[in-house]
């Protein structure tokens, strides 16, 4: 008989698990592959957990900021990218490759869960994986670690005095209490409904402009299809260029025209540039030159650029989830021969990009654009797929905080 997870925790009185309907058949085939009993019986039994206020146990369920399916694809495609770190001959095969790891949960420390698939036809004998992020006594040098455990045995062995068994099957996590409680960050979660087959978004031959031989903005707006409403704010280009004391480049209005402001493949973002009321491009420009400026009396040699509106001065537009920022350097009196340049976080600051806006904006749709810093596609990702612009509205807008100088510092 399974070890029931009820015989070594209890709810949590101050945030009791609550359970999420779950229709197994139509999970099970979206995964392609059958789940272990307890798995299951606990999903059923307390819906998505807080185990030992330590791990996090999802199951299939969605609300606004969690789905099931998106958290499942992004934990496996990082996994596939960690694992070529190891030797091929250590690696792990990932989902949905047969036999691969299945994830089924994360922890505080950013720690990766998986089920083990190879081990056997029977998901009840499935074992875990876990990919550690900090250091974890009895992990040595290696992230990954395989535990002769299935899922309840696992956390089991989280909620103890002693060992359970004659000697630590692992660097296991813990002492952890044994409770459950509801998800703190998913009050409100509700069932999940497995994502319908769709067909590719583009034919081959739109594929192939998209990809290939399209050139300029036609051939961006193929790839990554903008809004059908861009939103800019209420302002005009006029009176953002009497505020900045200079027009920008075509390129930029064209872009900003056919898109408005949103974010890029999830990373780069583009604050609205004819906002009247705060937050103004006016204020995102002055405070990231701010932090630059900061930074560069303590630290001339990493940060070498001139600030805008001194000649050849850093104007920057746009910026990453990361803190990297996107912006020309203001040499001449063109506005359209300004060169872009990237200023990156956690790297060297590098040379002036080659190409204008929309060719840089094309190249790294494509997954052609490097750099440091730079987020790209990886390389078993479909291009396609990850180009895509997500458009913010006023609400959005006013929420997104473009202009954080202290993630610099």
């Known amino acids: 008989m399974l070890d029931d997870l009820a015989d070594f925790t209890a709810p949590d009185p101050g945030r009791p698990p609550v359970p999420v309907p779950v229709d197994w058949a139509a999970v099970e085939e979206w995964l392609g592959t059958r789940l272990p009993a307890d798995y299951k019986r606990l999903a059923d039994r307390y819906g998505p957990v807080d185990f030992g206020k330590y791990l996090w146990v999802h199951v299939p369920c969605a609300d606004e900021r969690f789905d099931y399916g998106t958290w499942l ?6 996994a596939r990218i960690a694992l070529r770190d190891l030797p091929r001959e250590e690696r792990f095969a990932v989902r949905p490759e047969p036999g691969g790891l299945l994830a089924w949960g994360c922890s505080r420390g950013t720690d990766d869960l998986f089920w083990d698939t190879s081990v056997s036809d029977d998901p009840d004998a499935w074992t875990v994986v876990v990919r550690h992020r900090d250091s974890v006594p009895g992990s040595g040098l290696l992230p990954w670690h395989r535990y002769d455990l299935t899922l309840t045995g ?3 062995q989280t909620v103890r005095e002693t060992w359970e068994l004659p000697s630590p099957p692992g660097p296991l996590l813990g002492p952890l209490p044994g409770t459950v409680a509801r998800t703190a960050f998913l009050p409100c979660a509700g069932p999940w409904t497995p994502p319908a087959p769709v067909g590719p978004r583009l034919t081959a031959a739109e594929r192939a402009v998209a990809l290939e031989t399209g050139t300029g903005l036609d051939a961006l707006r193929l790839l990554t299809p903008p809004p059908a409403r861009p939103h800019l704010g209420d302002g005009s280009w006029e009176q953002l260029a009497e505020q900045l004391g200079v027009r920008l480049p075509g390129e930029y209005t064209q872009v900003m025209e ?6 890029w493949s999830g990373w780069l973002r583009f604050p609205a540039p004819l906002r009247t009321r705060a937050p103004r491009f006016t204020a995102y420009v002055e405070e990231v030159l701010e932090a630059y ?15 805008f509106p001194a000649p050849g001065g850093f104007l920057p537009f746009a910026d990453s989830i990361d803190g990297d920022h996107l912006g020309w350097l203001t040499e001449g009196e063109d506005p359209d021969a300004w060169p872009l340049v990237f200023w990156p976080r956690h790297a060297d600051q590098g040379a002036p990009l080659e190409q204008g806006l929309i060719d ?20 078993e990702d479909d291009p396609v797929e990850f180009a895509r612009f997500d458009p913010w509205d006023d609400d959005a807008a006013d929420a997104a905080d473009t202009s954080d100088p202290s993630r610099h510092i």
Do not use: F, K, N, V
């Open 73 to 78: 694809g992004r934990t496996h495609r990082e």
């Open 154 to 156: 696992y956390l089991r």
């Open 293 to 307: 400026e900061s930074l560069r009396e303590g630290y001339a040699e990493w940060y070498p650029l001139a600030t």
């Open 258 to 263: 056919a898109y408005g402001c949103g974010t």
């Open 360 to 379: 840089t904006l094309l190249a790294w749709q494509r997954g052609r654009l490097g750099g440091p810093g730079l987020c790209r596609p990886d390389e």
